[in-house]
């Protein structure tokens, strides 16, 4: 019996076709093997001519199923929308997503929530139906300092009952909390902040100064070369100058139009229009879709995905752009790596000096100052043998973290420049022709990047 292999939702059989059978032979295993959804014998035979010899044909095609889409908030305006997770082709922001920081007013409108939408079920090529899986739903809306109204079509509009910003809870309410507002820029002036709560700055943060939030950081204008924490996401109006002296941080989402030598590291997503010469450390994802899309010259790390219009730059200027762990994930292996070499260097010297001991008793009694040196030797033996086995199973728990089922890769839609270096995981790859946009994934079987 022919063997046909399928992807995950069986809405796809592929024929691995070693040349020996005829079209008719296939069209026969196809119907007794039950395979009936989308199999089109003209293409089939299009697609054989077209190979030639052996190689894998597509021989059936179901229909995927649409998922069915959870309830969502639209925001009301723009900086929320920036500092939420939005999705790039409707504009709303999922309300199972922590983030957003939406300066409000009592009376302001928040937004409007939308019910869930009932998907549509798929067929596989054998005829069976699939079902959409059903997405988690919203536990309480609204929360604090939010009242509601009913709109049409089951949606219900959002409204604050007093001053503040607008957060979305880790179940779904949202609420308003107070938010330190600063007028003009944060300088000699003010002094550094140090807030419980959120801080909006509505121009610049200036050369040396320090602003750390547990909440949000709303900066209307620019960061220069200063040190600004967020608890939870850091929104930039215009660009992020960095510094030698200079440390962004934000736990949830860093986004800004530009940056230029910054450093900076977020807890979930960096989102920007373009980057030169920074180093940057996202948890989950690095995002430069819009405008210019270019990150140039820097360090971009991501623990799932990074997305660009271009990397590296016309005159060949060194770009790393990794993905695969989060950030912490190759620092921890980074420091169990060294541990570990550190252990086996500490077992070569305590298995030297057991030797070393027993060279010199030779096989003369063992008095008791010897057998004290003896015990002591063995003990080490043990903890470092122990300590070894412990920073091993440590390793190996780290480094199974490239070959999970993430979505893990880097995509670049324009072009990606010689001078690139890609790394997944372990895996490395050098771009020394500059070639077309593409994404980038490691292979587990072979550990090997490939782009398609």
């Known amino acids: 019996m022919t063997e046909f292999l399928f992807n995950s939702d069986r809405t796809e059989a592929i024929l691995q076709w070693d040349g020996s059978m005829a079209l008719d032979e296939i069209m026969d295993e196809l119907e007794s093997q039950g395979i009936i959804i989308g199999v089109d014998r003209a293409e089939i035979a299009a697609a054989l001519e077209e190979l030639g010899a052996a190689g894998d044909v ?78 988690e739903e919203a536990n309480q809306w609204p929360g604090e300092n939010v009242r509601s109204e009913i709109g049409p079509k089951g949606t219900l509009k959002l409204f604050a009952r007093s001053r503040g910003v607008v957060r979305i809870g880790p179940k779904g309410e949202i609420y308003v909390t107070d938010v330190f507002e600063l007028e003009g820029d944060l300088d000699m002036g003010s002094g550094n902040i140090d807030t419980p709560g959120s801080v909006h700055v509505q121009e610049t943060i200036r050369n040396g100064f320090r602003v750390h939030a547990a909440q949000d950081v709303h900066v209307g204008a620019a960061i220069e070369n200063a040190n600004v924490k967020a608890g939870k996401s850091l929104i930039v109006g215009a660009g992020i100058f960095g510094g030698e002296d200079s440390s962004l941080q934000a736990e949830d989402l860093i986004s800004a139009r530009f940056s230029q030598n910054a450093n900076m590291r977020s807890g979930g997503d960096v989102i920007l229009n373009f980057d030169t010469n920074s180093t940057i450390e996202a948890n989950r994802r690095i995002i430069a879709t819009s405008g210019e899309g270019r990150l140039r010259g820097g360090v971009y790390f991501a623990g799932e995905c990074i997305i660009a219009k271009e990397l590296g730059s016309p005159n060949g200027a060194t770009t790393r752009v990794q993905a695969g762990m989060g950030p912490k994930q190759y620092r921890a292996l980074a420091f169990v790596q060294n541990e570990l070499r550190r252990a086996n260097v500490k077992l070569k010297r305590t298995l030297a000096l057991q030797e070393e001991e027993a060279a010199k008793r030779g096989d003369a009694p063992i008095t008791p100052e010897q057998a004290s040196t003896v015990r002591s030797i063995m003990k080490d033996l043990r903890d470092v043998g122990e300590r070894i086995n412990e920073l091993d199973r440590e390793r190996k728990g780290l480094e199974s973290i490239q070959d999970s089922d993430k979505p893990i890769s880097i995509r670049v839609e324009n072009i990606v420049h010689a001078g690139v270096q890609i790394q997944i995981g372990n895996s490395h790859l050098a771009i020394e022709d500059t070639m077309p946009g593409c994404t980038f994934r490691r292979d587990p079987e072979t550990e090997e990047i490939r782009y398609v």
Not at 120 to 127: I, K, N, T
């Open 58 to 135: 597509r021989v059936a095609r179901g229909k995927p199923c649409v998922p069915r889409e959870p309830a969502v908030v639209q925001m009301e305006n723009q900086a929320g929308l920036r500092s939420g997770t939005v999705d790039e082709e409707t504009g709303r922001m999922d309300f199972r997503e922590r983030g957003g920081i939406n300066l409000v007013r009592g009376g302001d409108p928040i937004g409007i929530l939308y019910p869930s939408t009932d998907g549509a079920p798929g067929v596989a090529v054998d005829g069976s139906p699939i079902r959409p899986a059903q997405p």
